[in-house]
């Protein structure tokens, strides 16, 4: 089974600074590699697949880079509404979320 | 509109099962294959497993194989998840999910209390 990890498991942010969020995991997973953004109480939202490809209606400030074991979701300068829970997961084998990173306001 | 509506809360002991349905509509039900989600209180999402609502085939997350079942009835456009032998750290809400559409259920919170 794949494990992912999430570093660090809380950033603390103000608006308008830039965050970088990083993800590993156990083996390689190739570019197989989501991203999820969870507010409190509502269904995670899927940001990016593919390790770097936007989903439909995701802002460009969201941008995913890596492959491999290795992967990095940067925003590129947060908005009030980006303050949430972020999860990788891995798509090579079955299924993975990872831990997730908390983003908070500073 | 895409749509999956789950069942209800439920309240189980420790040691008893649970069925949680997932019912698809707006798209062609096998078209998409389906997975379950789990989040306890607080925590993060777990990946549980998925169902080929065509055939039916399944695959389940390792933790959970020897006490899940999912099904699906094609007539109804319903996937099923059934977990066995509770106990309370399977406590959460449970989410069925279309990955590949990013669509998902609205939960449904299973509590296992004595």
């Known amino acids: 089974e794949i494990v992912m990890t999430q570093s660090p498991a809380t950033l603390s942010l103000s608006p308008g600074e830039r965050a970088t969020l990083s993800c590993r995991a156990s083996?390689?997973?190739?570019?197989?590699l989501a991203w999820y953004q969870q507010k409190p109480g509502q269904a995670p939202r899927l940001l990016i697949s593919?390790?770097?490809n936007r989903a439909t209606g995701i802002p460009a400030r969201f941008s995913g880079s890596g492959s491999g074991t290795d992967f990095t979701l940067t925003i590129s300068s947060l908005e009030p509404e980006d303050f949430a829970v972020y999860y990788c997961?891995?798509?090579?084998?079955?299924?993975?979320f990872g831990p997730g990173t908390k983003v908070d306001i500073k | 509109q895409v749509q999956l509506v789950q069942s209800g809360a439920e309240v189980k002991k420790p040691g008893a099962s649970v069925k949680v349905s997932c019912k698809a509509s707006?798209?062609?039900?096998?078209?998409?294959?389906i997975h379950w989600v789990r989040q306890a209180p607080g925590q993060g999402l777990e990946w549980m497993g998925i169902?080929?609502?065509?055939?039916?085939?399944?695959s389940y997350a390792q933790k959970f194989q020897d006490r899940i079942t999912m099904t699906r009835d094609t007539s109804t456009s319903t996937v099923y998840m059934e977990l066995s032998s509770l106990r309370s750290e399977d406590t959460a809400f449970y989410y069925c999910?279309?990955?590949?559409?990013?669509?998902w259920g609205q939960g449904t919170l299973v509590t296992v209390s004595s």
């Open positions: 593919g390790a770097s």
């Open positions: 707006g798209y062609t039900f096998t078209s998409y294959y």
């Open positions: 169902i080929n609502p065509s055939g039916g085939s399944t």
């Open positions: 999910a279309i990955f590949r559409m990013d669509y």
């Open positions: 997961q891995q798509r090579y084998n079955l299924f993975t």
């Open positions: 083996q390689s997973v190739d570019s197989y």
